[in-house]
């Protein structure tokens, strides 16, 4: 089992079971939707990222993102991380037919995608060295004609796609999820090659 600095908030039950079978991590719940009624449990997850950082690791549609985004408003942005699954098309086990817009969420990843997802977030890992780089700046995605520019969001939307990022993903998110993942240098490297 992989032992996780940063406490992990997720949607529901199943996502908590899912992940406390594969990290030792202090999980909490957002009951979905729940969180945006529940002022407790929002101060709870404040007191926690400002003490111990949190990672938000919503599923990967609609509703993961509307949930990841009220967090993210409520939370200091240097306080919180964000682990991002790619989407993938199919259903739960536990389910007799796939979600609204028929992605798995993060109960029907695999163990090797949600660690992966957790490395790339920069969770802290017991026993992984941690390496800064510099970071890809806006500016830089303007270059690269991912921002800002003539079909620009079109362009967004194929290296999303390609990097097996979730479609829902806004600029600043897919710059914070780029910084964790790569160099500019690589990013450059992989714009040039979208064609």
């Known amino acids: ?37 529940d002022a ?62 028929g992605k798995l969420g993060v109960e029907g990843m695999t163990r090797d995608v949600i660690l992966d997802a957790l490395r790339r977030s920069g969770a802290t890992i017991e026993g992984d060295a941690v390496m800064a780089c510099a970071q890809i700046t806006k500016q830089d995605l303007m270059e690269l004609g991912l921002s800002g520019g003539k079909d620009s969001s079109s362009k967004r939307l194929a ?13 600043n998110a897919m710059l914070q999820a780029l910084n964790v993942l790569y160099t500019l240098d690589e990013l450059t490297a992989i714009v040039d090659n979208l064609e």
Not at 10 to 31: C, H, M, P, W
Not at 71 to 90: F, M, N, R, T, V
Not at 159 to 171: H, Q
């Open 159 to 171: 290296l999303l796609k390609k990097l097996e990022l979730p479609e829902y993903m806004s600029a």
């Open 40 to 101: 407790q449990k929002m101060e709870l997850l404040r007191r926690v990222a400002q003490k111990r950082g949190l990672i938000v690791f919503t599923d990967s549609d609609g509703a993961g993102f509307v949930i990841r985004n009220r967090i993210k408003s409520c939370i200091p942005a240097e306080q919180l991380k964000h682990a991002y699954i790619p989407d993938i098309y199919g259903k739960e086990r536990r389910k007799s037919a796939p979600g609204k817009e």
């Open 1 to 37: 089992m992989i032992k996780i600095k940063e406490a992990i908030v997720v949607e529901g039950r199943y996502d908590k079971n899912t992940l406390s079978q594969i990290i030792d991590a202090t999980i909490f719940e957002t009951n979905g939707f729940g969180i945006f009624k």
